[in-house]
């Protein structure tokens, strides 16, 4: 019986960054690309981590994601600016807007940076931890593939359409916020889907409202437009779900209408029967925090918050109350000695990719 594998990290992320350039993906971009992925899995998100190289290699060689990244500045005014990604590799043109947001920070105390078709991005935190790095705060959301119903609907209409939120402090981590606007985004359901696991109740529903867990069945009928995830706070108002889709709704306008880009049923990735490129939208803000006060109150203020919060009285049978950013510091830490954790599914995925781009030296990587 197969059994799941801990590869040291560095092995993960030199075995990424060859499918990336076997893929034409220039060398430095492939480095970017995998330091992306990689930065998922050491925080122990499996789902956005080495799990979805397949995703991109596919889409790459259906011809619906370009390994070759060009960018056009649309508008470019002060501390604003519009890009257009031309639907190449979604992590180097984020790494650029970020940046770019994060240098006019710096002169106009805000940054701001507007992405149109664009292509997946991988995990959030990736770029507002970027900000955090240069003493500013970070926020960054996309949209994605529709995958979740409006509140009392039955259809797939807005993507899983992630918010991110980092803020730098005086721990050895930073409070960094990243997550879906549905209860569970579709990239764990791809996971439970190598692991061949039923999808948990309450996560997703099909066309007559009832609770869908047929994992393998499920990521066919999202596509098809038969199966919907369910938003942030569940399915009535009583439970706060008009909370998560309101907010699924903002990412939406913010990830499309600043930019002039595709929204909803535009970023299916199908047309007349044919994959076409998915057209996605995000958006990059970076906040310089010395242009509004002193970076070391900032850092002490935002630790003490997340410390009293840590030593908060908590419920019976809780052993710890945790802060964003804190699970994924400590994940660090043991994926880094013990290596990151490549299950059966995965392998094959893995294997299939080094077979067919004949990368030799990987053979024997498991």
Request: contains cysteine.
């Amino acid at each position: 019986m197969p059994e799941t594998k801990r590869i040291p990290v560095e092995n993960i992320y030199n075995l990424m960054v060859a499918v990336f350039t076997k893929l034409e993906v220039p060398e430095e971009e492939a480095k970017i690309c995998a330091d992306v992925l990689i930065e998922s899995d050491l925080s122990g998100i499996e789902s956005h981590g080495v799990g979805r190289l397949k995703m991109y290699y596919d889409r790459i060689k259906a011809g619906i994601q370009f390994p070759n990244t060009t960018i056009d500045v649309v508008k470019d005014f002060g501390a604003i600016a519009v890009w257009d990604g031309n639907h190449g590799m979604g992590q180097v043109i984020s790494k650029l807007a970020m940046q770019n947001s994060i240098d006019k920070a710096k002169e106009f105390g805000i940054g701001c940076v507007t992405v149109r078709n664009s292509t997946h991005y991988g995990i959030c935190g990736y770029y507002a931890k970027m900000a955090c790095e240069q003493n500013m705060v970070g926020i960054t959301m996309t949209n994605a593939r529709p995958s979740i119903a409006p509140l009392f609907g039955v259809s797939p209409m807005l993507g899983t359409n992630p918010i991110c939120f980092g803020a730098p402090s005086d721990k050895e981590y930073d409070f960094i916020y990243d997550a879906a606007t549905s209860i569970s985004q579709r990239g764990k359901v791809e996971l439970y889907n190598r692991a061949e696991k039923p999808t948990p109740e309450g996560w997703a529903i099909d066309e007559e409202g009832k609770t869908y867990t047929d994992t393998k069945q499920l990521l066919v009928d999202l596509i098809d437009g038969k199966a919907s995830m369910i938003g942030l706070g569940g399915m009535e108002e009583e439970s706060g779900g008009h909370k998560g889709y309101s907010l699924a709704v903002m990412v939406e306008i913010l990830s499309a209408a600043l930019q002039a880009g595709s929204f909803m049923h535009h970023l299916h990735g199908w047309e007349d029967g044919k994959r076409i490129p998915y057209k996605l939208g995000h958006i990059f803000i970076a906040m310089d925090i010395e242009k509004f006060t002193d970076i070391a109150d900032f850092k002490r203020i935002t630790g003490e918050i997340m410390t009293q919060l840590q030593n908060s009285k908590k419920r019976p049978n809780k052993e710890r109350i945790w802060v964003a950013g804190e699970k994924e510091y400590c994940k660090e830490m043991e994926i880094r000695k013990n290596g990151i954790p490549i299950n059966p599914g995965l392998q094959k995925n893995l294997i299939t990719m080094i077979t067919e781009l004949n990368l030799v030296e990987y053979n024997n990587i498991f």
